[in-house]
């Protein structure tokens, strides 16, 4: 099927493992799954933090930007790949970095997509109350989707300034 992402999600969490021990990272796995879950629902749940009109505009304007640095860096991740086939670990490191790349594009419109249906979902609960829990249930979604996003830039940071320094 032309529209399934489960390819992209599957290959970003197989770069989840320890490169010494080739075994799978559990640290990773809590650094980040477990981590944007306890904060997603501590921040939605807990702290109610809502997601008003002017840090709905910062989220999409946010995540705009990055979903285009993160395009453009998948470009060249895969121009520069294609001219290192010898060199099996570096090749290996690029195809886990497209993956990290993809995968945090799929959030980021995954997020852009969920912040417009808060603020439909906002409007809606005004007239009705299931659309209120609605509401509070997306946003704790976002939030954590918010903290796998950041995570992934920062895995994808390190891998990039591993790839350029060797």
């Excluded at 860096?73 to 993956?99: C, G, H, M, N």
Aim: charged fraction near 15%; include cysteine.
């Amino acid at each position: 099927m032309k529209l399934s992402i489960s390819r992209i999600v599957l290959d970003h969490y197989k770069t989840f493992y320890d490169y010494r021990t080739k075994k799978t990272s559990i640290n990773d796995y809590i650094v980040q799954v477990a981590l944007p879950i306890i904060m997603g629902v501590g921040v939605g749940f807990f702290l109610k933090v809502n997601i008003d009109d002017g840090f709905a505009n910062i989220i999409i304007t946010s995540l705009s930007i990055f979903a285009g640095l993160l395009l453009n860096l998948l470009i060249l991740i895969y121009t520069v790949s294609r001219s290192t086939k010898d060199d099996e670990v570096k090749a290996k490191l690029f195809l886990e970095l497209i993956a990290n790349i993809s995968y945090g594009i799929l959030v980021a419109i995954i997020m852009l997509g969920l912040v417009i249906l808060i603020r439909i979902a906002e409007e809606l609960g005004k007239q009705d109350i299931n659309w209120a829990t609605c509401v509070e249930y997306f946003g704790i979604v976002l939030w954590i989707l918010l903290g796998q996003f950041v995570l992934t830039l920062f895995m994808i940071l390190k891998r990039v300034y591993v790839v350029l320094k060797s």
